[in-house]
């Protein structure tokens, strides 16, 4: 891609002014109204500043400044078409032609809205949807119904996705991650911003935090907080703010209100990223304060591959005993995740954990897995798959039963439950046996040797904590078990 500088920096010399505007009692909720756009173009040693200018397709064509803020107020959906940061006019791709038209310099870009559809969380009282004053044909008034409560849809909408006219203030508070691949070094420091941040409602102290992890969520490179409150405006919009939950629609103090258009940018360096380290970005980390206002966050489909991190998909999960073992299998399908968790029960019911196997891939694809859980209790048990993401949200496979092989040995134990002993029937022992119990993982928590001609044995397993165990009888690899909870 070309990129040459196109015009005299304008912001240089500037002084980026402070302008906090004072808060109405009822528009308290609405602050820092932040999108994002990943863009291809970088530029090394660059401090992070203000945006100096945007261009809309609002009525067909709208241009705004900081030094030469447009008297018209933008009140429906318009698309964000092109910005100026550190004098270098960057196109969305929304519509070239129209900049092209309008004689105005540009490099080319191709901007796609990240697809934030699995915002978790829950919203607040202070959660609105943010939408043009027009935007439902009535000027001094609001719908009769509450808009759409899906907040993806607001982060999305628009020409790919970059309607600046629409946004969520108060987005509840969490945590995303967005798978990121095809990252190329080649961009970092070729003279543009990496970074866009918008705002169209009052700021907020607040910090949103975003940054780039590995496949294991760890940082690479250094984070960065946006806080909004000191860039200079660069437009102003009116906005209706709907009520997120709750039955009221629109209340009073949030029709027709007028809120301040910012917008920063920033370089790939500024968080630390350089060809060093650029191999190992798997995700873009995204942490919202719970008083977070997005409009959208978006990529340059040209420079990075981004994709939703959508939950594994189980297509089999099955189990067969292998003499004093269970063999467990299961296939996955499409979705990225973190780890699986294989858990046991006895009833069905209630499962506890027995073992932790990492993912093999973290970036999508059908993979097949396999556990062995040893010392597997004679008798029904239960196994379930717990699929955790990196970002902490979990599901779960299907349940199934496996009884396992009947041991020809006698060997039983009683009471089961037990509380303070636990009495072993098992052939006679001669001296070399031992009886052992086990944790569900698989550790030892307790063991006895027999005494020789024994064929009963006596456990007291009251220093144990509550629980099921695997109670285990024999020498080496020759052994009969089975479970047993102790209260």
């Known amino acids: ?102 004689g105005l310099s540009y490099i080319p870009g191709d901007f796609r809205a990240l697809p934030m559809l699995n915002i978790t969380g829950t919203p607040s009282g202070n959660t609105k949807i943010g939408m043009g004053a027009l935007a439902d044909g009535i000027l001094n008034g609001g719908l009769l119904t509450a808009p759409s409560r899906n907040f993806g849809t607001y982060l999305t909408d628009g020409v790919n996705g970059l309607d600046i006219g629409t946004c969520v203030a108060n987005l509840p508070a969490g945590t995303m991650f967005l798978s990121v691949t095809n990252l190329r070094s080649q961009n970092i420091g070729d003279g543009g911003a990496d970074i866009l941040v918008t705002q169209v409602a009052d700021p907020s102290s607040q910090n949103d935090r975003y940054e780039f992890t590995d496949v294991y ?78 409009a959208f966050v978006a990529y340059n489909n040209n420079t990075l591959n981004v994709q939703s991190i959508l939950p594994v998909n189980f297509t089999s999960f099955t189990g067969r005993t292998n003499a004093d073992k269970v063999d467990l299998k299961w296939t996955t399908a499409n979705g990225v995740t973190n780890r699986f968790e294989i858990e046991s029960s006895v009833d069905g019911t209630h499962f506890e954990s027995l073992a932790t196997v990492a993912a093999k891939n973290h970036t999508g694809g059908s993979f097949e897995y396999n556990y062995t859980v040893k010392n597997a209790p004679v008798g029904t048990r239960y196994f379930r798959i717990k699929q955790i993401d990196i970002n902490g949200s979990y599901d779960y496979s299907r349940i199934i039963q496996v009884v396992a092989i009947e041991s020809k040995t006698t060997f039983s134990a ?37 005494t020789a001609g024994a064929v009963q044995t006596k456990i007291d397993v009251q220093s144990l904590n509550r629980g099921s165990y695997y109670l285990s009888f024999g020498t080496g690899n020759i052994r009969t078990s089975q479970l047993v909870v102790v209260q």
């Open 1 to 102: 891609m070309s990129k040459t500088l196109l015009q005299i920096p304008e912001l240089a010399g500037q002084i980026i002014r402070q302008i906090l505007f004072p808060k109405p009692a009822l528009a308290l909720a609405l602050k820092a109204r932040i999108g994002i756009v990943f863009l291809t173009l970088a530029s090394s040693g660059l401090q992070a500043q203000a945006v100096s200018e945007i261009v809309t397709d609002f009525n067909g064509y709208w241009k705004s400044s900081n030094n030469a803020i447009n008297s018209v107020k933008p009140d429906n959906s318009h698309n964000l078409v092109s910005f100026t940061y550190n004098g270098i006019r960057v196109s969305t791709g929304v519509n070239d032609a129209l900049l092209t038209s309008k």
């Open 217 to 294: 969520g760890v940082r690479v490179g250094n984070s960065k907080d946006i806080i909004l409150s000191g860039i200079s405006p660069v437009g102003n919009w009116v906005a209706d703010f709907y009520e997120a939950t709750g039955s009221n629609v629109l209340l009073s103090g949030f029709t027709q209100t007028q809120r301040p258009m910012r917008l920063w940018a920033a370089d790939f360096s500024d968080f630390g990223i350089d060809s060093t380290n650029i191999n190992r970005i798997a995700y873009f980390k995204i942490t919202l304060s719970g008083q977070s206002d997005l």
């Open 414 to 450: 009683f009471p089961n439950p037990a509380k303070s002993f636990i009495t072993v029937n098992h052939p006679a022992a001669t001296a070399n046996e031992s009886i052992t119990l086990y944790h569900i993982n698989g550790s030892v928590a307790m063991r006895k040797v027999a």
